[in-house]
């Protein structure tokens, strides 16, 4: 399978924005955790962006700047693949508390925004997009297996897919083990050929056998932060390897060959 990279994203405490982050992922300044700065989802009508919550804004946050510098009728043409590993666990926090009590009364937001695929839905409202959508969540095995969704959806009828992996730290009401992590969210624009845009192609082959996907100080256990990695290399503009577990029993192994410009 394979791919070529058009546009990154990037939103992770410390690291707000892909150009701005540059200087980091370099290695030419020490990286310093700051919170997000605030946002607000503008594309969105204003009944829709008072619904938004935490986990859903750094989706599309990621997303709005993943496709920043494409028209409009681009974005709209543009199928989506979200990919969160644990989904909205505020909002599952809040349901879950509200059925516990004497009398259960679940806010028909929290019902709405607890859905996997929320995200998604508010992304293609506020960008008018009629595309396919689509919201995986794969546990250990999430950066594999959304570069194979979004791979697999790459053809000449759709040559363009945005993907966006995010998560947030689990609200200790759903999970009293809380692990040690940070925000992250990071997207690609991914064409099914090359072009004027291509940053880097991308190929991904599997194999037998499983891999351990390794964690970043910066971030924690936060599977999507596993992607860091890859995302350095991009910005150094240099070729990589990478390995990342699909199941027990297979690993994808992705090559990064960065385009080469006068």
Aim: with cysteine.
């Amino acid at each position: 399978m394979k791919a070529y990279i058009e546009h990154i994203g990037l939103q992770a405490p410390g690291l707000e924005g892909w150009d701005a982050s540059q200087t980091v992922l370099l290695g030419d300044t020490p990286y310093q955790s700051e919170p997000l700065s605030k946002y607000s989802p503008q594309f969105l009508p204003a009944n829709e962006r008072r619904r938004t919550t935490p986990t859903i804004k750094l989706a599309l946050r990621t997303a709005e700047e993943t496709v920043s510098g494409y028209a409009p009728e681009a974005i709209a043409a543009m199928p989506t693949l979200f990919a969160c590993v644990d989904g909205d666990t505020e909002i599952s926090a809040k349901m879950t508390s509200a059925i516990l009590q004497d009398e259960p009364m679940i806010s028909p937001i929290h019902f709405h925004n607890s859905v996997h695929n929320a995200p998604a839905g508010y992304w293609m409202i506020g960008q008018h997009n009629q595309q396919a959508a689509s919201a995986i969540s794969a546990g250990e095995y999430q950066i594999a297996n959304s570069f194979i969704e979004a791979l697999s959806q790459l053809s000449d009828t759709h040559p363009k897919v945005l993907l966006v992996v995010y998560d947030l730290p689990i609200d200790p009401i759903i999970e009293s083990y809380q692990p040690a992590m940070q925000p992250f969210a990071f997207g690609l624009v991914l064409s099914h050929q090359p072009n004027d845009r291509t940053l880097a192609e991308l190929s991904l082959s599997l194999a037998p056998g499983q891999v351990q996907a390794a964690k970043h100080d910066w971030f924690g256990d936060n599977v999507a932060a596993e992607a860091l990695p890859l995302l350095q290399r991009l910005a150094q503009k240099q070729a990589g390897q990478f390995a990342f577990p699909v199941s027990s029993q297979l690993t994808a192994n992705l090559t990064l060959t960065p385009v080469q410009r006068d």
